[in-house]
């Protein structure tokens, strides 16, 4: 099972693809021989506890899986002033 995160691009405000930049991707490519018990249970953890949904899913002729799942990104704006 191979896991990778792609972060959200850097966009500029207004432009088509503005929309991609509220999301992070985290791609989960699963091999044939892989127990589809055991990739549920991934899944299912990264939807619990990392706050993850479900996107997209894909059956290669193979046997092989990938899963596209993606979380928001909240930008937070520090409160705190310091002058130095």
């Known amino acids: 099972m191979i896991e990778k995160i792609i972060p959200p691009q ?3 405000a207004g432009s088509p693809d ?6 992070e991707y985290l791609v989960i490519t699963t091999l044939p021989h892989e127990q589809r018990s055991l990739v549920r249970g991934v899944l299912r953890e990264h939807a619990e506890y990392g706050k ?33």
């Open 52 to 84: 993850w949904e479900l996107m997209r899913s894909c059956l290669y002729q193979g046997g092989g899986q990938k899963y596209w799942m993606r979380r928001r990104v909240m930008r937070v704006n520090p409160t705190l002033n310091i002058r130095a």
């Open 18 to 23: 503005a929309a991609n930049q509220r999301y």
């Open 10 to 12: 850097q966009i500029i």
